[in-house]
């Protein structure tokens, strides 16, 4: 199953132990301004009743982002075969011993609830032939879609592919006259009139384009483990990916 599984307190005790052991790779999501945003992490260790990860390094030209105690951080990363998926609470900027080294280092809460979700759910599947998938998509996040008469516009395309962590989509080549990589949108993608919708915030990463035809656009998810909203798309989106996966094994 891709569903989200919720994990019992000894299965997230055993799992931020093992992560702090291998100091795994960890991804921050934050919303800045209305808009979500990632910051590369490692997990450092463990620290009595905290948490330690890396401070990010800051990007060029970009005030750095000042984590304040209470503040709430959604967190993912990758171990064994799950990504897991969690929120926790800043309580501080330590100075963390790394080998030779003296790091700065975020300290959070222990957190008491925690996510996985099967990785093969962010593993990109082809939609089938016979299966029709829609977007919508608009600059700024979702809470931005245009009503009634906006001049603002929506673009549309056909969904080509699809994982857990975003989309690829087939649309016509002045979908891109706005859009440069790096901007957040939001976007609305209909599984068919049956099947259910999603709403969810995502991030232009790229365009397959000869300039004249149809182009190939992709998009990175934002933020969907950090709402009820996005947890509900989250599961939608990976048990769509589960079933696509079957029908593509099953043509093998």
Sequence with gaps: MSELQELSVRQIDESLVLAAEKQVP???????????????????????????????????????????????LGLSFKLRHYKHL??????????????????????????????????????RVDVPANR?????????????????????????????????GG???????????????????????AFGSSDGTVYVDAQFRHLESDGVHDVIMGFQFLGLAQTAEGKEALRVISNKVAQYQMQERNHQ
């Excluded at 005030?63 to 503040?71: M, Y």
């Design 26 to 72: 960890i991804t921050i999501t934050i919303q800045q301004n209305g808009v979500w945003v990632n910051y590369p992490s490692c997990l450092l260790g463990l620290a009595g009743n905290h948490l330690l990860i890396e401070l990010p390094l800051p990007e060029p030209d970009v005030a750095p982002h000042e984590f304040t105690p209470a503040e709430k």
């Design 86 to 123: 969690l929120t926790a609470t800043v309580a501080g900027i330590v100075n963390h011993r790394l080998g030779d080294m003296t790091v700065k280092a975020i300290s959070l809460c222990l957190p008491t609830r925690m996510q996985r979700l099967q990785r093969r759910a962010f593993l």
């Design 132 to 164: 029709v998938v829609r977007a919508s998509f608009w600059l700024g996040g979702r809470s931005a879609e245009p009503q009634g008469a906006s001049s603002l516009p929506v673009w549309t395309g056909r969904v080509t592919n699809l994982s857990a």
């Design 167 to 189: 989309f690829q989509l087939l649309c016509p080549y002045d979908s891109t006259a706005k859009l440069e990589v790096g901007e957040n949108v939001g976007a609305r993608i």
